[in-house]
């Protein structure tokens, strides 16, 4: 069932996105070698509830904190905690608000000074990657369009898509219908229509495109243990293109 958002939606939904990717500026601002990964997600806690919103991941099946901090060769879902963040490092953080009952839904991928220049490399076409799938976006236009876009961009440049996550529908739920597969085929799939809101969040690997989870049951990790990088947007579909709607400004 995929739930058609009127434009008064959309605007709350948009709410919700920004506070979301100012939440991102902010846990930037703050990321730094030494610093752990509990340290951020407490900052992006107070960040949230100060901005009179919920982080929707805390206690969204069972998961214990306010963001996933997933770092190198994690694709997803890392839990914050404990570890530290080292020089070099490929950190994504994904942040998701609730805010007035609309979700906002977005992920970036942020390098520690010293990164190696394969890391930068992964993450720079990790992030053209999720813009060429999001330009494909439109009403009328089928589903597939997306991946095959994604897919067709990093294969050749030796890179792997993550299967095993998609993206989805967004709006009064964290999760909706559709599902929306960074990998495919263009002409294939159902088409858009104006109103659906969607997220394009690819995972994309250095090696291999299959992951594992870990025994805490939430962590993904590559399974080569190669890098992966990620990047979200949270996208409203109109009649002649799209919509953005976890920008900062
Ligand atoms: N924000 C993630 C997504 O893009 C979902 C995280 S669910 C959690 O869909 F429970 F792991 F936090
Ligand atoms: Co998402
Ligand atoms: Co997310």
New binding site residues.
């Given amino acids: 069932m995929i739930y058609i958002k009127n434009n008064e939606e959309i605007e709350l939904i948009r709410q919700s996105g920004r506070l979301a990717a100012r939440t991102l500026n902010f846990a930037a601002s703050e990321l730094k070698p030494g610093v752990t990964t509990s340290f951020i997600d407490k900052l992006i806690h107070d960040f949230i509830r100060d901005h009179g919103a919920t982080p929707?991941?805390l206690g969204?099946?069972n998961?214990p904190?306010s963001?996933?901090i997933s770092i190198n060769e994690v694709v997803?879902?890392g839990i914050p905690g404990s570890n530290v963040v080292h020089e070099g490092d490929l950190v994504k953080i994904?942040?998701?608000t609730i805010l007035d009952g609309y979700f906002g839904?977005t992920?970036r991928s942020f390098l520690m000074d010293g990164a190696s220049l394969k890391a930068r490399a992964l993450v720079e076409a990790t992030e053209k990657a999720m813009h060429l799938g999001i330009q494909e976006i439109r009403n009328g236009a089928r589903l597939g369009n997306i991946g095959a876009a994604i897919q067709n961009y990093v294969e050749p440049l030796g890179y792997s898509v993550v299967r095993y996550?998609v993206?989805?529908g967004v709006g009064r739920e964290?999760?909706e219908d559709p599902s929306v597969p960074h990998f495919g085929k263009r002409g294939v799939g159902l088409r858009l229509k104006t109103g659906m809101v969607l997220?394009v969040?690819p995972m994309i690997n250095e090696g291999v495109s299959g992951v594992k989870i870990l025994k805490d049951n939430?962590t993904a990790i590559t399974a080569d243990s190669q890098l992966s990088a990620q990047f979200?947007h949270t996208v409203a579909v109109t009649p002649m293109g799209y919509d953005i709607l976890t920008l900062s400004d």
């Fill in positions: 929707a991941t969204y099946r998961y904190a963001s996933c997803v879902h994904d942040v998701t839904d992920t996550f993206g989805h964290f999760h997220t969040e939430w979200e």
